[in-house]
C-alpha cells in the first residue's frame, strides 16, 4: 500500500475550491438473455454453463442484438428525458483482457441510442438539483476472472488466474452524467442522491435489478477541483467501481479532500482511475491516462445500424411507469406530508405498502402509521424485510377499519395485528379466537365504572368538584378491570355521566 | 465404368438419385483421387474419410427407401474450406494458432450441407485466415496449381480451387473478401462465384474482413455451381447482416444460359479494368470472351467505373482494420496455442508471445497495418477515407448498373504466377485482387468463369461478371451462356497420376487457342 | 503522409499484442511505409460531403427475441481451452487492470 495521501480539512476545501463532478453508472439489465446472444442471463451459477459460441468469443460467431435489452435501452433514455437516436450503431473498442473473450467490447461510441437528458435529484432537506445526462448507450458485460494464489483473490501476487465467462456478454447500459457543478460542499451528498435516485428510476423501470452489491449496478465517480472564481476545470480523477451509495459519497468527499491537499502544496493532480478502498474510505492510485489504450473504435461490422422508429418510441414511452420523482411529489401532496415525514416514509421502503393500504380504504395518515411504525418495528426484530412480513396491505386496512368504527382500540388492535403476524388468519378471525371485541355493552361497562368509583370515592369528589382529568385514575381502573377490551374514550364518557348522576 | 471424378456434381447427382451409382462409390472414388494425388497437390489438411462415407451411406439409405432426395446434391461430395467451422472435425484457418482446434458449433453453411446430404470429404488449405492470393501464406504447406506444379493455385482459397481443377472434388466451398474464390478459379479454371454479400450466412465463418467475407460455391460447371449455391444461401438469423429475402433462381437462370442464347442482356466492359500491367495473353483471352458474348447476342457497351481504382487502396485499408480487430480474440487464453505458459510468464507476456510465434508474417502485417489505420489521429485519413471511397465505388456501381445488366472484366490481371515470385513484395501479391475487390466493397455479386486458357503460357484465364446485389441470377444466366460457347479448359489439365506434373507452359499459341 | 519509424512499428504490435523481433521491426517499417503509402491514395477521392459506407447491405433493426437458446455444456466450452481448473479457463497471472 502506498503512504497515506495528505487530506485537507474539508471546511477549507470549499472556502478555495468548486468541486466538478461527473458519474459513469452500469447497469446489467434484467432481460432473460445476453445482450448479442440467447445465454441465459442469470446471476452466478456453476462456472462456464451460461456460455456459448458467440459470448465465448470463439473464431466464426456472430452477435445479434437482444431486441428486448434495445426497449430497456429506449426506456431508460426516455425515463432520463433523453432525446433517442434515430439512426446508430455498435462500435468495437478495441483493447485486450483476459476476461473479454473477443478483446475487443461491443459499445456504442460516438452514437448512443440516448443522449441530452436530465434527472432531477431530491437532496434530503428537499433541495431538488438537476443533474443533466450526457449519454446512455447500450454495451456487453465481461466475463469474471478469479486470482488463485498469493494474496487470497488480489491480482497482485497470483500465480494464475481462473476465468468463467457466464457474465460475459450480459447486457449493459452506461449512463453518463455532464459536468455537475456549482453543489459545493453538498457534490457528495449530490452524488449519492444522483445514483439514489437513478437507482430508483431503473427499479421502477424493472429493467435492472439494481442490486449495487451484485454489480448489477456499478458506479465509477470523476471528480476534479477548480480554484474559487475559475471557470475552468481541473485535472479529473476517476474512481472506479463504487459498490454502495454510501461508498459513492465518502468517494467523492475523500477525491475532494485528497486533490485540494495535491493543489495547495503546488502539486498537479494525476489523470487517473483510482480504486475505492472500503475499509477506510480512501482511494488509491490506478492506472493513469498516459498508459491508457488506444481503443481503435470502429463500426462493428457483424451488426447492423438501428433506426427506432417514431412509433416505436412512442409505443415504449406509454410503457414508463410513474416517475420516482414525480410520484413523491404526488404522494407529499396527497398525503399531505412534510418533508421529513416524506423522507422517512421512502427510507422506511414501505410507500407501496402504504399505497396498496390506502387503496384498499384506509386514511394515508394511519396507513403510514402502521407501516412505518408499529410494523417495521416487528419487522426489524425479525430482520426481515418489511414486504416480507406475513401480513397483507389489505389486512392493515381491515384493522384500521374496526379501530375506526370502534370495535377495536388501538391497543385491542396492535393484538390482532401480532396474530395475523402470528398466522392465526385474517384480522377478524383473530379478534374473534382471541376474544378481542371491545366491550361496548354499556350496562357492563356501568358496573366496572360504578365498582371503580366507589372503591375510590376520594378521586369521585375531586372530578364533582370540577378536577375532570382525575377521571384518568378511574379509567384505568376501569380498563384493567375489562382487560383493556374497553373504549377508554367511551369510559371516560360513563364516568362523567355517572359522577354527575351520583 | 466411368470415372466417377471426371463426373459434373449435376451428372453425378442424376445418377445416384437414379441408384444407377450410390453416394458411397462417389464419395469413395474421390477419397481415393484424395489418397492418389493430394499428396502432391496439397490441396486438403484435413480428410474426413469416415465422416464423408457416413453422410453417403444415409444418402443411399434414403434414396433406397425411396425418399425424395435432402436437395438437387444431395450425396454428391464436397470439399470446405478450413475457414468454416465444422463441428468435430479440426478447423485451422491455415494458421498454426488453430492447430488442432476442434470447433464444438457447425457454421451455417456445414449445417446447411449436411442437412442437404452432402457428405463433406475434408477442409481445403488456404492462405492463414484468408490472407492472401496465392495459398503461400498457410502455415502448413503450398497447395500446387493443378496445372503446373511451380505456379500456385490463387488464394486465399488455392485448396478448394485446386481440388476441384485436379478432381479430388466435384464441388468446394470457397470465401471470398477480396476474390478469395474468383482468382483462384480463375488461375485453376474453375467456376467461383461470391454471392451478394448477406446470401450466404456467415455464421460460422472465421472473420476475416466481417464486412467483406461471404462464403461461395466453387465447381467445374456453373451450373454445378449453381446447385451449390441454392444449397448454402438464404437468410440465417444467427447473422444479422444476412439478407431476409428469397435466394435468386440461379438454377434457373443457368440452365436458361445453357440454351445459348444472350439476346437482350446488355453487358458494360470496366473501361478502368485492362490495358497497362495486364498479362498480355490475358487481355487477348478478355478480348476473346467479350467477343463471345457479343456473338451470343449481348449487347456490349464500354462503361466507366472512375473510383474502381480507389479500390485497392480502400481494400488494404477496411480488411486489414477489420481484421486487426477480428484476430485480437486469438490470445491463447480460451482456445488454441499457448505458448511460454511456464509460470514465469504473465497472461499478458503469453498473449503477445503466442501471437508473435502462431501468426504467420502477412497475417501481422496485416494486423499493425489495421491497428495503424484506426489509430487516433490516422482514423479519419486512412480508415475513414477508405469508408467514403466504398461509397464511391457503390456510386459507380449504381450508376453503371442503370445502364447494364451485367459488368465484365478480367478476374485477374495475369495467370497463375510462380510460387515464391511475390512473397517478399506485398504490394506485387495485393494486385492479384485488383479487379475482384470492388464487388466486395459495394456487396454485389460476382463470378469467374473460365475464358480459355493464356495463349503466351497455356494457363487458365478467367473472365469476371459482376451482378447487382441480389441479381446473383444474372450471373449465372450469362456464366452459363458463355461456358456452352467455349471449350472446357479442364480437359486440358495435366493427368496428375501419370508421373506427377506434366510441364504446362510449353504450349504454343496454335495449341491454346484449340 | 507521414513516414512510419521503427518505433511506431513497436508501438503497433505492442498495441496488437505481437512481441515481434528486432529483424520483424525492421522489415515492418519498410513494408508498412511502402503500403501506407500506395493506400494513402485513398485520401484523393474521400471528399467532406461523402458519407462513409461501414457496412455493405442497407440492413437496419436485426433484432433477436429474448429467449434463451441453448448453448455449451461447461465440458464443451472447456474442450479446446489450453488449461482448465475447476470449470474454468486456467491462464497464467494477469497483470494488467480491468478496464
Not at chain 2, 92 to 103: Q, V
Request: glycine share 8%; charged share 25%.
Amino acid at each position: 500500500m502506498t503512504a497515506v495521501a495528505d487530506l485537507m480539512d474539508y471546511a477549507e476545501v470549499l472556502e478555495r475550491f468548486d468541486p466538478v463532478l461527473g458519474l459513469e453508472v452500469h447497469v446489467e439489465l434484467n432481460t432473460d438473455t445476453k445482450m448479442f446472444c440467447g445465454c441465459a442471463n442469470l446471476f452466478g451459477g456453476e462456472p462456464n454453463t451460461h456460455v456459448c459460441p458467440t459470448c465465448l468469443g470463439l473464431p466464426g460467431s456472430l452477435p445479434v442484438v437482444n431486441g428486448k435489452a434495445v426497449e430497456s435501452a429506449i426506456r431508460i433514455g426516455l425515463a432520463l428525458n433523453c432525446e433517442i437516436a434515430s439512426w446508430c450503431r455498435f462500435a468495437r473498442k478495441n483493447y485486450f483482457y483476459p476476461d473479454m473473450p473477443k478483446n475487443f467490447q461491443t459499445s456504442q461510441y460516438d452514437e448512443p441510442i440516448a443522449f441530452n437528458g436530465y434527472l432531477d435529484v431530491t437532496l434530503d432537506d428537499g433541495e431538488v438539483v438537476r443533474v443533466h445526462i450526457e449519454r446512455a448507450h447500450m454495451e456487453e458485460d465481461t466475463g469474471k476472472s478469479l486470482h488463485v494464489g498469493g494474496a487470497t483473490g488480489r491480482i497482485h501476487g497470483a500465480e494464475h488466474s481462473l476465468l468463467d465467462y457466464n457474465r460475459a456478454g450480459v447486457p449493459l447500459i452506461e449512463i453518463v452524467t455532464k459536468p455537475i457543478v456549482g453543489t459545493g460542499d453538498r457534490a457528495p451528498e449530490v452524488a449519492r442522491a444522483y445514483v439514489t435516485a437513478l437507482r430508483d428510476l431503473l427499479r421502477a423501470l424493472d429493467v435492472s435489478d439494481v442490486r449495487m452489491d451484485q454489480g448489477s449496478l456499478r458506479c465509477d465517480a470523476n471528480v476534479s477541483l477548480m480554484p474559487k472564481g475559475a471557470s475552468e476545470f481541473g485535472t479529473r480523477t476517476e474512481t472506479k467501481n463504487v459498490n454502495s451509495l454510501r461508498s459513492v459519497e465518502r468517494a467523492v468527499r475523500y477525491e475532494m479532500t485528497r486533490q485540494a491537499a495535491v493543489l495547495a502544496a503546488g502539486g498537479h493532480v494525476t489523470q487517473e482511475t483510482r480504486h475505492f478502498q472500503e475499509a477506510d474510505g480512501s482511494t488509491s492510485s490506478g492506472r493513469t491516462k498516459e498508459t491508457a489504450e488506444d481503443y481503435r473504435y470502429f463500426p462493428e461490422p457483424d451488426l447492423v445500424p438501428m433506426a427506432p422508429s417514431a412509433e416505436w418510441i412512442e409505443q415504449l414511452r406509454a410503457t414508463l411507469p410513474e416517475m420516482p420523482a414525480v410520484r413523491r411529489d404526488r404522494i407529499r401532496v396527497e398525503w399531505e406530508l412534510t418533508a421529513e415525514e416524506l423522507r422517512d416514509l421512502f427510507n422506511s421502503g414501505a410507500v407501496e405498502l402504504v399505497e396498496a393500504t390506502v387503496a384498499a380504504g384506509a386514511k394515508p395518515g394511519e396507513a403510514r402509521g402502521w407501516w412505518v411504525n408499529f410494523l417495521a418495528q416487528e419487522a426489524n426484530t425479525r430482520e426481515a424485510e418489511l414486504t416480507a412480513l406475513p401480513i397483507t396491505p389489505k389486512q392493515v386496512a381491515r384493522v384500521i377499519e374496526l379501530v375506526g368504527s370502534g370495535e377495536l382500540t388501538n391497543k385491542l388492535a396492535r393484538e390482532v395485528v401480532k396474530g395475523v403476524l402470528a398466522g392465526e388468519g385474517e384480522p377478524d378471525e383473530v379478534v374473534e379466537k382471541r376474544g378481542l371485541k371491545v366491550v361496548s355493552d354499556d350496562s357492563a361497562l356501568l358496573a366496572a365504572v360504578d365498582a371503580a368509583l366507589a372503591a375510590q370515592p376520594d378521586v369521585a369528589d375531586k372530578i364533582r368538584g370540577g378536577k375532570v382529568q382525575a377521571a384518568g385514575a378511574i379509567v384505568g381502573a376501569v380498563m384493567k378491570a375489562t382487560k383493556g377490551q374497553a373504549d377508554a374514550k367511551r369510559v371516560r364518557e360513563l364516568i362523567l355521566q355517572r359522577v354527575a348522576e351520583q | 465404368m466411368t470415372d466417377l471424378t471426371k463426373l459434373t456434381a449435376a451428372e453425378l447427382a442424376g445418377k445416384i438419385h437414379a441408384r444407377e451409382v450410390s453416394s458411397v462409390e462417389v464419395t469413395q472414388a474421390h477419397l481415393d483421387r484424395i489418397a492418389e494425388v493430394d499428396s502432391f497437390v496439397h490441396a486438403f489438411l484435413h480428410v474426413d474419410a469416415d465422416g464423408a462415407l457416413a453422410a453417403a451411406r444415409a444418402v443411399d439409405d434414403a434414396v433406397g427407401r425411396g425418399d425424395a432426395p435432402a436437395s438437387a446434391i444431395a450425396g454428391v461430395p464436397l470439399a470446405l474450406k478450413d475457414v468454416l467451422t465444422t463441428k468435430g472435425i479440426p478447423t485451422t484457418c491455415g494458421s498454426r494458432t488453430l492447430e488442432g482446434w476442434i470447433p464444438p458449433y457447425d457454421a451455417t453453411v456445414t449445417r446447411k450441407l449436411r442437412e442437404a446430404g452432402v457428405p463433406i470429404l475434408g477442409k481445403t488449405n488456404m492462405d492463414e485466415f484468408a490472407m492472401g492470393s496465392s495459398t503461400e501464406n498457410s502455415a502448413f504447406g503450398v497447395t500446387r496449381n493443378p496445372w503446373d506444379d511451380t505456379r500456385i493455385p490463387g488464394g486465399s482459397g488455392g485448396g478448394s480451387a485446386a481440388s476441384i481443377a485436379a478432381f479430388e472434388a466435384p464441388l468446394a466451398i470457397g470465401t471470398d473478401t477480396g476474390g478469395s474464390i474468383r482468382q483462384p478459379g480463375a488461375v485453376t479454371g474453375t467456376v467461383g462465384v461470391k454471392p451478394t454479400y448477406g446470401g450466404v450466412s456467415r455464421y460460422g465463418l472465421v472473420a476475416f474482413s466481417s464486412s467483406l467475407d461471404q462464403a461461395g460455391p466453387c465447381a467445374r460447371t456453373v451450373l454445378d455451381a449453381a446447385l451449390l449455391h441454392e444449397v448454402i444461401a438464404g437468410h440465417d438469423r444467427m447473422d444479422s447482416t444476412s439478407i431476409d429475402a428469397p435466394v435468386p433462381a440461379v438454377v434457373a437462370a443457368a440452365r436458361e444460359g445453357l440454351r445459348g442464347d444472350l439476346t437482350g442482356m446488355k453487358v458494360g466492359v470496366v473501361k478502368e479494368f485492362g490495358g497497362d500491367g495486364y498479362q498480355p495473353g490475358v487481355q487477348r483471352s478478355f478480348e476473346a470472351a467479350v467477343a463471345q458474348l457479343r456473338a451470343l447476342g449481348a449487347e456490349v457497351v464500354e462503361v466507366s467505373c472512375p473510383n474502381f481504382t480507389y479500390a485497392l487502396p480502400a481494400y488494404y485499408l477496411i480488411a486489414p482494420s477489420e481484421c486487426s480487430s477480428n484476430l485480437a480474440r486469438f490470445d491463447a487464453m480460451r482456445y488454441g496455442l499457448r505458448v511460454s505458459d511456464d509460470g514465469a510468464h504473465s497472461a499478458e507476456e503469453v498473449m503477445s508471445l503466442t501471437r508473435e510465434e502462431g501468426f504467420g508474417a502477412e497475417v501481422k502485417r496485416r494486423i499493425m497495418l489495421g491497428t495503424y489505420a484506426l489509430s487516433s489521429g490516422y482514423y479519419d485519413a486512412y480508415y475513414g477515407s477508405a469508408q467514403k471511397v466504398r461509397t464511391l465505388i457503390r456510386r459507380d456501381f449504381d450508376a453503371a448498373f442503370e445502364k447494364v445488366d451485367v459488368l465484365v472484366s478480367p478476374t485477374t490481371p495475369t495467370t497463375a504466377f510462380k510460387i515464391g515470385e511475390r512473397v517478399d513484395d506485398p504490394m506485387a501479391m495485393y494486385l492479384a485482387d485488383l479487379c475482384t475487390i470492388p464487388a466486395n466493397l459495394a456487396g454485389n455479386a460476382a463470378m469467374s468463369v473460365p475464358s480459355g486458357l493464356s495463349d503466351e503460357d497455356g494457363l487458365p484465364v478467367g473472365l469476371q461478371i459482376m451482378a447487382p446485389a441480389l441479381a446473383d441470377d444474372r450471373l449465372y444466366r450469362v456464366g452459363a451462356a458463355f461456358e456452352a460457347a467455349r471449350e472446357p479448359v479442364l480437359d486440358r489439365v495435366p493427368d496428375l497420376t501419370r508421373g506427377g506434373f506434366v510441364p504446362a507452359g510449353a504450349l504454343s499459341p496454335a495449341e491454346a487457342a484449340k | 503522409m507521414p513516414k512510419i519509424s521503427r518505433d511506431e512499428v513497436a508501438h503497433l504490435a505492442k498495441l496488437a499484442r505481437l512481441a515481434v523481433t528486432e529483424h520483424e521491426l525492421d522489415v515492418f517499417a519498410g513494408q508498412l511505409d511502402h503500403i501506407l503509402d500506395a493506400v494513402a491514395k485513398v485520401s484523393e477521392v474521400a471528399a467532406e460531403d461523402i458519407p462513409p459506407t461501414s457496412h455493405a447491405v442497407p440492413l437496419t433493426n436485426v433484432f433477436r427475441e429474448d429467449v434463451v437458446r441453448p448453448g455449451l455444456t461447461q465440458q464443451q466450452a472447456l474442450a479446446g481451452a489450453p488449461a482448465a481448473e475447476e470449470g474454468r479457463f486456467r491462464v497464467p497471472r494477469i497483470l494488467g487492470e480491468e478496464q
